[in-house]
């Protein structure tokens, strides 16, 4: 079975019951007192309490932080905040999907600082407000193979009082180790199969148009969508496919160490649908990539072109790439409009405005304005392809 370890863009280990080790890791990180941060339904599966017995077994005070929700609140990133101070604890495990893992990144860096978490939002040269010192480790555990927050280093968060989306940011929530066992994932059911591999689709297809130089991201970007599209339907089908399963996490991890480029207007829409509808983050990507791609088209043409030799496709241009796409959809069966999934055009002014002030608009290859964000929008509501 495949075992590898890298150290970019952190240390990652890679291969099957590799989490077994968890403790070892831990205390590799100069971690004694762990506080584990996870969803309510994971806290209960067998593969947390074994993780749980392990560390106590190698004399590690561990101790469960389970109030994180899907799409994460800033109240979430309190509660854990308290159970961090309260238990004196010196390092965090990340465990569970792209909400986990991004609330303990930000409890990690909020927990000991004398500022709240707000005002490390993305902007400018805010994170250097943060005390550096002070940011506690993080070993990140993902269980699902779409957000590659485990190797991102900022955190979404929602600010419940004004309905935002923010972006936490600071250099040093870069987890210290990740661990990608593909045996985790493997009970994962087919929507979140889907969505969340849609997720990772998205960022390494957003920073792949992403317009900025950086060809290490780009070559990063294509063998990933590659694997996507060679692992993604089989993981889909055969959830317990280690081969798939451990792919798929690499191609996540892969997706977020990409972006890093620049995402795009999937993101900026996603975002933005996210915080009033708290739709599943990857199913909104999924649902918007194809309107997204083709109010993008006249800036990527040449780049879709590329994409589809490297896939190997059909018709190698942008005419290929949106066919591999909605037939990738359909396989997974996501839906192809956002009403389809209760979404309907009542607000399309108030995201359009949100989607161009959120800062993965920043890397897309068209700078849309808010009128241009409400009209795909509106696209993907009905299913229009056509312009
Ligand atoms: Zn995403």
Known sequence: MLKTHWHYPTAITVGEHCSDQLAQYCKDADIHKPLMVTDPVLADSKMVRNALAQCRLADLEIQIFHGVQ???????????????????????????????????????????????????????????????????????????AGTGSEVGRAAVITDENQQLKKIIFHPKMMPAHVLLDPSLSTAL??????????????????????????????????????????????????????QARTQMLVASTMGATAFQKGLGAMHAIAHSLGAVYNQHHGLLNAVLMPYVLTANRPRINEKMARLSRYLALPKSDFDGVMAWVLSLREELAIPHTLVEIGIDNQQAQRIGEMAAADAAAAGNPVSFDAAQYADIFCHAVSGNLTD
């Open 70 to 144: 899907g799409n994460p609140t800033g109240q979430n990133v309190e509660a854990g905040i308290h159970h961090y101070l309260e238990g004196k604890h010196d390092g965090i495990i990340a465990f569970g999907g792209g909400s986990s893992i991004d609330a303990a990144k930000a409890i990690a860096l909020a927990a000991n600082q004398s500022l709240p978490l707000w005002e490390f939002e993305d902007k400018g040269d805010n994170w250097q407000k943060a005390d550096a010192k002070v940011i506690a480790p993080v070993i990140a555990i993902p269980t699902t």
């Open 189 to 242: 059911p087919q929507p979140l199969t889907a969505a969340t591999g849609m997720d990772a689709l998205s960022h390494n297809l957003e920073a792949f148009c992403s317009p900025s130089y950086h060809p290490m991201a780009d070559a990063i970007s294509l063998e990933a969508m590659r694997m996507i599209m060679h692992y993604l339907p089989v993981a889909y089908l055969d959830g317990n496919n280690v």
